[in-house]
Nanobody, 115 residues
């Protein structure tokens, strides 16, 4: 059974940094696209960053220049480096992996930006 497990969330002050990791287990394949999404209370789940199997990246304007997504295909792991964090970045962050017509989600990790 394929599972995505996120780690690295926590509480950080405004202006601080966090690095999230998402490791895949139980898979014998390399994901096509991988990405990070976030969901704040009462809001929809939105894309934060995406990366193709070839390394092409995509970010919404709200995080562009502050967040960086990367992946280690040998480890089937994707990372999200988050810098200059703002209170509005507070949310549960989810990892997503696409393989052919299948979509896999992690369980989420809480990121709280507060002083």
């Amino acid at each position: 059974q394929v599972q995505l497990v996120e780690s690295g969330g926590g509480l950080v002050q405004p202006g601080g940094s966090l690095r999230l990791s998402c490791a895949a287990s139980g898979s014998t394949f390399m994901f096509d696209a991988m990405g990070w999404y976030r969901q704040a209370p009462g809001k929809q789940r939105d894309l934060v960053a995406a990366i193709s199997d070839g390394g092409l990246t995509n970010y919404p304007d709200s995080v562009k220049g502050r967040f960086t997504i990367s992946r280690d295909n040998a480890k089937n792991t994707v990372y999200l480096q988050m810098n200059s964090l703002k209170p509005e970045d507070t949310a549960v962050y989810y990892c997503k992996g696409d393989y052919r017509r299948y979509v896999y989600w992690g369980q989420g990790t809480q990121v709280t930006v507060s002083s």
